[in-house]
């Protein structure tokens, strides 16, 4: 435990050091006032924010995590000399790294309501699906860092993969049921827009603000499936997959690895 504490400690202090997190929680804050002056109506301030943080901090989280990941090798092959095992080094970094993420959105949102004297349920659950999301690219971010030596060729990929979940996926799905026409497709699009922690996410906070003309043909259909109590079932399925298979493979890969 006191072996679990120290390298806690240390990786805490290196994530504090960076610029990172002090930046996103003041471009969260600008963001969630400037919605807030424009806005009068809670929901709608979320709404907003929901459609910008759905693209950003997937972005921000694999970055973070992967630039920090590279930045900290010698670190990572200095704690590796000491008689720690790998699974408290990478589980320890995963954990600080996932609540850094969390802490700094939360304070960039909670601050701005807090001055306009604003808090309520729509928040907390808002706030609740956005650290989620963050831990799902957290744990990708690691398991890519962790899988490839290369640092450009792992950011090229964690480009890519954000690129693809954010807007190329959606096409897909859509060209492929054009194309189906005619045939039962309805199990295909479920499956489709359930294995995307972006578009999942999207569709839950637009389905609990009651904005349903703001989804995707995809959207649309998961977001009926969702109004079940199987497919909310299915959804924190999902939803636990993405966060743990990521963080349990990546292990893996770093237990394997040779330094």
Same mark, same amino acid.
């Given at each position: 435990m006191k072996i679990l504490k120290t390298v806690v400690y240390?990786?805490?202090?290196?994530?504090?050091?960076?610029?990172?997190?002090?930046?996103?929680?003041?471009?969260?804050?600008?963001?969630?006032f400037t919605f807030l002056f424009l806005s009068d109506d809670i929901k709608k301030t979320l709404l907003s924010l929901t459609i910008v943080f759905c693209a950003l901090i997937p972005l921000v989280a694999l970055l973070f995590t992967s630039l920090y990941w590279y930045n900290s090798e010698r670190f990572t092959e200095l704690l590796l000399t000491q008689p %720690?095992?790998?699974?408290? #080094?990478? /589980?320890? @970094?995963?954990?600080?790294?996932?609540?850094?993420?969390? +802490?700094?959105?939360?304070?960039?949102?909670?601050?701005?309501?807090?001055?306009?004297?604003?808090?309520?349920?729509?928040?907390?659950?808002f706030l609740g699906l956005m650290s989620l999301l963050a831990l799902v690219f957290v744990n990708l971010g690691l398991l890519i860092s962790v899988s490839m030596s290369d640092k450009m060729k792992a950011l090229g990929l964690v480009l890519g993969?954000?690129?693809?979940?954010?807007?190329?996926?959606?096409?897909?799905?859509?060209?492929?049921?054009?194309?189906?026409?005619?045939y039962p497709?309805?199990?295909?699009?479920?499956?489709?827009?359930?294995?995307?922690? %972006?578009?999942?996410?999207? #569709?839950? /906070?637009? @389905?609990?603000?009651?904005q349903p003309l703001l989804l995707s +043909?995809?959207?649309?259909?998961?977001q009926l499936f969702l109004s079940s109590t199987t497919g909310v079932i299915a959804a924190l399925i999902g939803g636990a997959i993405w966060i743990f298979c990521p963080l349990w493979l990546g292990l893996r890969a770093f237990i394997r690895r040779d330094y």
């Open positions: 240390y990786e805490l202090s290196n994530v504090l050091r960076s610029k990172w997190l002090y930046v996103l929680t003041i471009l969260i804050a600008i963001m969630t %720690i095992s790998r699974k408290v #080094i990478f /589980l320890s @970094r995963a954990v600080i790294l996932g609540t850094s993420l969390i +802490f700094s959105l939360s304070i960039g949102v909670v601050i701005p309501f807090a001055w306009f004297q604003i808090f309520n349920a729509d928040i907390l659950f993969i954000w690129m693809y979940l954010l807007m190329v996926h959606d096409g897909i799905v859509l060209m492929g049921l054009l194309l189906l026409k005619g497709t309805d199990i295909s699009a479920l499956v489709a827009g359930t294995i995307n922690p %972006i578009g999942l996410a999207r #569709i839950l /906070l637009i @389905r609990y603000f009651d +043909f995809t959207g649309a259909r998961v």
